[in-house]
Every structure is written in structure tokens, then in C-alpha cells.
């Protein structure tokens, strides 16, 4: 979180907008003409009242109000330029901070999307930064204006009559006082408003993803009530900073009304006495307007800044969050060479880990090896740390104990971009975008052409199903696949990675929650690539690993069985009991198949 002085802000938002500069320095070079604009028009006023209207002299009046009118047109120009082209800056830097936000996120660690709610990240890219753009842009635009007019139509001010203007600068002291005052509280309810946003959008996401699941449970009440808990949170808030804002705005203009009753009480008795001519009195007036307005909008636009202020807390946060790379020495592509164009083997050396330094052991002093065109499968109860094994290998966590070795090289030594091109991964939970059934499966890469996607979908046998579909590989799916059967999108995922053109491949439970006919499918794409292909597998049925070079049956985070399926036969323990239970349940059923404890 950034700390310091709200300076700090602008100074980080000014860093963002340098590619704009020209546009920005145009805008600015507007101040003046308008600043000048504003000043010319009271002299103007005092000018026509006394030395025209007062005296009855007509001679020359039009040529002071055509002026007039010139002065106004000018000012309408200088601050329409400057409002166009600063806010054209600002809508330019925000652009590329959503960018930059959006690629960084991209970046961050998987381990990051674990533990943080998707809704939480998403307010950051959309609630947050449409604060800076509607909050922090426009309001310090505004306010920069308003504060430099401000000064200049005092000085303005002093030169007609010193001591009318003492009169407004009397004020000026308490008001600043109490806006400071009012303004660190909006700051702090404005931070506890950004978060109740954050929490309660992150959860209606959850909500909206889960919907069908909540309707069929009847949960519909409990939801509504833990939602309203966090729009509650969300409504007090924002009474609150309602409330300071309301207080701030009504004791400003209190004292502008205050003040120019004073200005008009004393001035009056001034042009009796002939002290003050009477186009002086009018234009004090008449700037008291110009001078409190702003101060009141001031109130308007402080409580706005502090809204983006607090945003700017919550994107800073995203900013801070540790790379995947942070921290750790890598490889550098040069340095690598041509050591990973061709995958050779893995190896897990007394490899230990957990999720966090207070939990317990996931990983047990695993050690194993994988070859090139060799099949390693996994198998265990749940919980025994096999789909943890493909974790650590797609690098979604790195903390590990022991060494990893990937061609010979560790692991945490090489960069995202560098170690997983050698893998494809066939995940449980099917992800599927609104785009067509071609851009599921090639996801847009212009590496992977129409006839590949084609081709790897023939390779899974998910073909047939696509070209009876209206559209064909041009069908578009509806959010997450939900126009498609679970078995369809299956498919669909598992021709996915298979076009990424991965060299291993790794399967995590390929045929769960699928259809008898997808699931042969599947069956049978699996056993094309245990023949084709470098393959670490997750068994959902043991009849699917039956040919791999090396089974792993896992237990508690520790390899109790090694071998291939003959060998773990023969060894007549855990391996040979599952299997002869039955080989049409999941190998993971835990409810069905207890290991053994160690």
C-alpha cells in the first residue's frame, strides 16, 4: 500500500501519463488564457458600472461589451481545451494502467487465484480503476483549476479593495481546518467502503457462477441473507462518508452565505460614504461566487479524490502482490540454449512440500524418475497428493523442498515461458470461454492453425461430435460450455492439450464426471497417447494405466508402491487389492478403497 502524502498519488499517476505529455502540456498551456479570462471579466464589470452606467455616459459602452462577450467566448475556449485534452490524457494513462493491471495479473502465481476470490481481483480491474477514471481525473482537473483561479481572483480582489477582501480571508483559516479534518475521515470511510465492494462483488460472482447449484438445493434464502450481510456492510459505509460529505458541504455554504452578507452589510456603507464605488461593490459580489463555488465544489471533489484515493490503495495492492519470478534467480534464455527444446526426462529428488510453513506435509520425500516416451501414472486415495505432484511440475507452486529436474536442470531455476511449453495438461475442471469451439481449442494462438485444431480434435475423437453441431468449429459456446454436454466439453479440453503441442502429457483424472460413450472415447484417446506419447496420468479407473511404464501408488504425501502394473501384481499389496475390488470404480474412490495406514 502506498503511504505518504496524497502528493504521492498524483505524482505515481503523472509517472503513468508521460507518453501523453504533448497532450497534457497543451491542456496546461489553456490555464493562463483562462485564468486571464476570469480576471479581465470583473475589471470589465467595475469599468462599465462606474465610468458608464453611473455617470449616464453611453459613448464607447458597446465597445466594452462586445469586450465582455470576447472575454467570455475566450474563456469558454480555454477551458473547454483544457478539459478535453487533460481528461483525453487521463482516459489514455488509464488505459495503460488497466493494461499493465491486466498483464501483471496474468503473471501472478497461480497459488495467488487459491487464496484470493476471483469477484476480489475483478473489482480491482473494473470498480476501482472506473473510480480513478470518473474520481481522481476529473476531480483533480477540476480542483487544480478552481484552486489557481481562486488565488488569482484574490489577488485580484486585494488590488481593488484590501479591505473587503479581508473580510472573505477572515474565513478562510476555520474552513481549511475543518475540510482537513473532514477529509482524513473520508479517506478512512472511503478505504472500508472500496473493500465491503470488493468482498460483496466477489461473492455475488461466486454466486452467479454457483446459481444453478443454489436453485437446485433450495438455497436460494441463506444466500440472499450472507449477500444482503455484505451489501449491509457496503450501505453503512457509504452513509457514513455521505454523511461527513453532507457536513463539509453545508458548512461551506454557510459561510459563503455568511460572507457575502458581510461583504454587502459593509460594502454598502462604504459607497455611501463614497469609500467604495458602487462597480466595485457588485464585482466583490459577484466574485464571491466565483470564489466560494469553487471552495463548496471543493468539498465535492475532495470526497471524490478520496475515492480514488482508496482505489488506488486496493490497485496498489495487486502491484505489490509477488511475481511468480520474484525473488529467485533464473535461467536466462541464452544461458539455456537449445537444453529445452526437446524434452529428456523429469526427476523428483526427496521432494517435500506444503501450502503454508504452518501446515502439514502434503509431499513426503518423493523420489521418482520420468523418461522420454515413458508413462507414469499416478494413483491414491484422495488427499494422498497426486494432483499436488502436477501442481509442482506446472510451477503453480514452487516453495518445495528437495529438487526437481527438468533435462537436468531444477526446476524453480527456470522461468514460466521456459518449462512449460514442454507440457500439455488435461485439467478436471473444464474451463470454456465464450468464444468459438475452434478458439477453445487453439485459444486464439496464431502458432496453432484451423488444420491442427482439426487434427487434434480428431485425435481425441471429438470430430464427430463438433461437425454435427449447427456451425460446426464456428459454433459459439455459451458461458463455461453450458450449451454443451459434460462429455462434449471434455473433449473438447482434452483436444486442447492436446494442440498446445505439449511433449508430456499429463492427464488429471481425464474421464471423471463424463457419460459412458465420452468416457470410451476418452478411454481410447488415452490409449493412442500412452502408445504416442510422454504421458503422466492420474488414474481415474485403473484399467486406464494398466500399460504405463511406472505406477506410483501414493498414500498420505509418501510413494508406498512403485512398478508397472506386473511387478505391483506380483507384489500382492495395495496396487493388486485395489484392482481386485473392482476396475469399473474410480481408483481414487476413498469411501471404497482405504489404503492401508502406513
Known sequence: MIKGLDIDYIRRFVHFAKPYKTWGLIGIAMLPLSIATNLLFPWLTIKIIDNYLS????????????????????????????????????????????????????????????????????????????????????????????????????????????KLTLIVLTVFPPVLYITKLIRNKLRSMYQITRSALAKG?????????????????????????????????????????????????????????????????????????????????????NNMEKVFVPLRDFTGQIAAIQRSFAAFDHIDELFQEPLEEDGRELISKDALGDRLQTFQSLEFKDVSFRYAKDAPWVLKNLSFRLDKGHQLALVGTTGSGKSTILRLISKV????????????????????EDAMPLFSLMQQDVTLFEESIAFNIGLGKPSIGDEQIREAARYVYADGFIKALPGGYDMALSGNGGNLSAGQTQLISFARAVAQGGQVMMLDE????????????????????????????????????????????????????????????????????LLQQTDDEPASHQARYELPKL
Not at 523442498?401 to 531444477?410: H, K, Q, V
Not at 460413450?517 to 504416442?532: D, G, H, P, Y
Open 55 to 162: 455617470v449616464g455616459e453611453y459613448e464607447g459602452l458597446a465597445f466594452l461589451v462586445g469586450l465582455m462577450v470576447v472575454v467570455v467566448i475566450f474563456n469558454y475556449i480555454a477551458d473547454s481545451c483544457y478539459s478535453y485534452f487533460l481528461r483525453k490524457t487521463g482516459q489514455y494513462t488509464l488505459f495503460d494502467i488497466r493494461m499493465l493491471l491486466f498483464r501483471r495479473i496474468l503473471k501472478l502465481p497461480r497459488s495467488y487465484f487459491d487464496r484470493t476470490p476471483t469477484g476480489v481481483t475483478l473489482a480491482r480491474l473494473t470498480s476501482d480503476l472506473e473510480a480513478i477514471s470518473d474520481s481522481f481525473v476529473m476531480g483533480v482537473l477540476s480542483m487544480v483549476r478552481d484552486l489557481i483561479n481562486t488565488i488569482a481572483l484574490i489577488i485580484l480582489m486585494l488590488v481593488i479593495d484590501w
Open 201 to 285: 462483488t466477489g461473492y455475488l460472482q461466486e454466486c452467479l457462477l454457483g446459481v444453478k447449484t443454489v436453485q437446485l438445493y433450495g438455497a436460494e434464502e441463506e444466500v440472499e441473507r450472507r449477500y444482503a450481510d455484505y451489501t449491509q456492510e457496503f450501505l453503512q459505509a457509504q452513509l457514513k462518508s455521505n454523511k461527513y460529505d453532507a457536513v463539509l458541504f453545508s458548512v461551506i455554504t454557510g459561510v459563503t452565505t455568511i460572507t457575502i452578507g458581510l461583504i454587502i452589510w459593509y460594502g454598502s456603507g462604504q459607497v455611501v460614504q463614497e469609500a467604495v464605488t458602487l462597480g466595485v461593490l457588485i464585482a466583490f459580489i
Open 510 to 577: 481425464a474421464t471423471s464426471s463424463v457419460d459412458s460413450v465420452t468416457e470410451n472415447l476418452i478411454q481410447r484417446a488415452i490409449s493412442r497417447l500412452f502408445k504416442e506419447r510422454t504421458v503422466i496420468a492420474i488414474a481415474h479407473r485403473l484399467s486406464t494405466i494398466r500399460h504405463s511404464d511406472t505406477i506410483l501408488v501414493l498414500d498420505q504425501g509418501r510413494i508406498v508402491e512403485q512398478g508397472n502394473h506386473e511387478q505391483l501384481l506380483a507384489q500382492n499389496g495395495v496396487y493388486a487389492g
Open 397 to 416: 507452486y514452487q516453495d518445495y523442498e528437495g529438487s526437481i529436474l527438468l533435462n537436468g536442470i531444477e526446476l524453480s531455476s527456470l522461468s514460466i
